[in-house]
């Protein structure tokens, strides 16, 4: 009798535990949003809202100071952008021959390839796209070509978001059911027939979620952008010039002499609540998509 | 009948050509990651030549003499980081995961939790940063602290470790739950004995993996950080840091080309250790899958 009641508050505290320890997820979810709106809010008393958001100067520590966003915005844009028009044909590229190319022997060695380019830290790339890609790539093919610029940075986190892009598009293509690819065979279609007007068209969706997640990654991406992309907020699109970014723009204040608490260090919550909508906006409508595709063929 | 086939040109061996082609394209863009993790290593490999020494590991850095800096903090700060982030992330993620896989009916609540993580993974590690110092490095005083940044990428790593270790926990199959229910096992002792010691290939593969973020990742530490010249071991959880990541960040952001040495240096340092840890996490995860039993 004992036992068994001591059985029962054990199963009793045991799911209560592991119920705290699912709901940590929320509160972070909630610390998140409750710091960056609670911080924010108290930079937006001095700054407004509408000279934030329609600004086209950002120089929140020069005198008169501005902080309009949209520079930091254009040239997160302009990185993501470029990283995508690399990283979805290399990596699409990859999905197709991986999916309905490559033997299984030769797939099961490229995948954990993918995943080990996955597992290098950003600031490697960082280090490599302004010590070599810039210097001994960019400069020689481009002449005029900045030290810092965006386009060193676009081509590494480019490179970072593949595996995003090979991986996601690569699930996507393996669910398409086998019987289409069979019933386009016996009406004498080519391999490539097959792939690109057969099976891709059918893991569309999926593709596109692999695009949204990935774009999200981009934009998000810190180090290697806070390295190789610069410190001047302009609206250019130029990739071959200085610009800065939303997260470069909290290393850079993080790191500088700006005094905690003064309304330039605030800069860093409005500009981090602007990051956070921006990539809630992509990786919710990915996740969606990608919970519709699984609908479809289960 | 020949008058069709000869009216009706299929261009085969055109058709044929053009695929052939297209694959070959498809293999040299899966072999692009190669390439670039050559050249990455090459390269670093090459700018880092005579710079890594026993030195380089045993000394602090320094800004003024860059023949004479280590890394001595960095890697400290790191090793601390790696054993808080462990020691907090590791339990909570598992528990969670077995919360949602195990417990959780499908409920609003429960179903919300779970929107929440996958949305969770995908938000950048910067604003993790800006969590922890809003949260721990001022709301809990805890200061520029160890334990400020450990908690702060434990929260990062979270979403990581719950999503494989939910992966690995549903993939054990109903059946060994049954047969332990069947004997009068309760549901906490059929997950301790059966259901976890099944998934667990599974969730170290994810548990490995997500330290290894941990270890790599320098922009979440940056705001609670804030200094990457630190010149003494931590010795407590409330002492400042600097780790092996942040140390990179710093030396390559300098103008001295003789810091870029010590960058490559301390990358190659950090590979070291963080592609071992991926080849074994992805190890794990490929002799699991030839040996499990169902």
Known sequence: MMRSRWVALQEGAVKVIFFACAAVSLATTAGIVGILAWESFTFFRHVSVWEFLAGTEWAPNFDPRKFGVLPLVCGTFMIGGGALALALPVGLGSALFLSEYAHASLRAVLKPILELLAGIPSVVYGFFAIHFVTPYVLQPLIPGTEIFNAASAAIVVGVMIIPTIASVSDDALRAVPRSLREAAYAVSATPLEVSTRVVLPAAMSGVVAAVLLAFARAIGETMAVALAAGQTPKLTLNPFESIHTLTGSIVQMSLGDTPAGSIEYQTIFAVGLTLFLITFVFNYAGQRVLTRFREVYE | ?294
């Open chain 2, 1 to 294: 009948m020949s008058a069709t086939a000869s009216m009706f040109d299929a261009r085969v061996a055109r058709r044929m050509r053009l695929g052939r082609w297209f694959a070959a394209l498809c293999a040299f863009f899966s072999a692009i990651g190669l390439i670039f993790l050559c050249i990455l290593l090459g390269r670093v490999a090459y700018q880092s030549w005579g710079w890594l020494s026993i030195h380089f590991l045993t000394e602090f850095p320094s800004t003024i003499y860059p023949e004479k800096a280590g890394m001595k903090s960095a890697i400290w700060g790191s090793i601390w980081l790696l054993v808080i982030t462990g020691g907090v992330a590791v339990p909570v993620g598992v528990a969670a995961a077995v919360y949602l896989e195990e417990y959780a009916k499908q409920t609003r609540l429960n179903r919300i939790i779970e929107l929440n993580i996958a949305n969770l993974a995908g938000v950048p590690s910067i604003v993790y940063g800006l969590l922890g110092l809003g949260v721990f490095v001022r709301a809990l005083t805890l200061n520029r602290s160890l334990i400020a940044g450990g908690l702060t990428l434990s929260l990062l790593v979270l979403p990581v470790i719950i999503i494989a270790s939910r992966e690995a926990i549903r993939a054990v199959p109903r059946s060994f739950r049954l047969a332990a229910f069947a004997l009068g096992a309760t549901r906490w002792q059929t997950i301790r004995a059966h259901t976890l010691p099944a998934a667990l290939p599974g969730i170290m593969t994810g548990v490995i993996l997500a330290l290894s973020r941990a270890i790599g990742e320098a922009a979440p530490l940056i705001p609670i950080s804030a200094i990457t010249y630190i010149t003494f071991v931590p010795r407590g959880l409330s002492d400042p840091f600097t780790a092996m990541p942040l140390q990179i960040y710093a030396w390559s952001d300098t103008a001295q080309v003789e810091f870029h040495h010590l960058a490559a240096a301390g990358i190659l340092v950090l590979l070291a250790v963080l592609l071992p840890m991926n080849a074994l996490a992805i190890g794990v995860r490929a002799w699991h899958q030839r040996r499990k039993a169902w």
